[in-house]
């Protein structure tokens, strides 16, 4: 189980349990400090049809599984929030967390490389 949901990890976090009147101000203000976000979508099902919900997407899966940690469970508003990863949206990139600051960004960039017995390869090249 705990590995399955590794596996389905993304940068994409759905919050549940929000109260309806949450703002994504509120939201922003209480994950931003484990990364950059990129997109807030909240969703407000009309009265009785379920409490209210957002998607936050982090510029990366690091910072997304920070928030997750960090964050459920926790209150926001007046609700203890659950948190899961949303779905994955497509990409032609791989995202290769924890290369510490001696990795320069130039080799960060490079369309294919090896870091730490690791091979990266460019996805539009295949």
Known sequence: PAAAAAERATR????????HNVSEVELRRAFEKYGI???????RPARGQGGAYAFLKFQNLDMAHRAKVAMSGRVVGRNPIKIGYGKA?????LWVGGLGPSTSLAAQNTSTKVVRFLVLINFNTI
């Open 12 to 19: 994409n976090l759905f919050i549940g349990n929000l109260d």
């Open 37 to 43: 976000i990129e997109e807030v979508v909240i969703k």
């Open 89 to 93: 949206n497509p990409t032609t990139r």
